[in-house]
């Protein structure tokens, strides 16, 4: 249905390439943002204990968290 919309409106669809690095760049933005707001509202203990969960056995997690910078 979108594509017939695309089509009929001869707009022409971004490629796999550009698409990736939009949603990449936007989770990206998302996770300093994010980040940001954790820092401003967790006090020293709770950003320690965040970043103890973040880092296990020298792996970087992949959860929702990993990646915010919490110092």
Known sequence: MFTFWLNENKIIRPGYITLQELVSETLSVERRRLG???AE???DAAKD???Q??????IQSDGIVAGLELG
Not at 53 to 58: G, N, P
């Open 36 to 38: 940001g707001l954790l």
């Open 41 to 43: 509202v967790l006090d």
């Open 49 to 51: 204990a965040l970043n």
């Open 53 to 58: 969960l973040l880092v296990r056995d020298d």
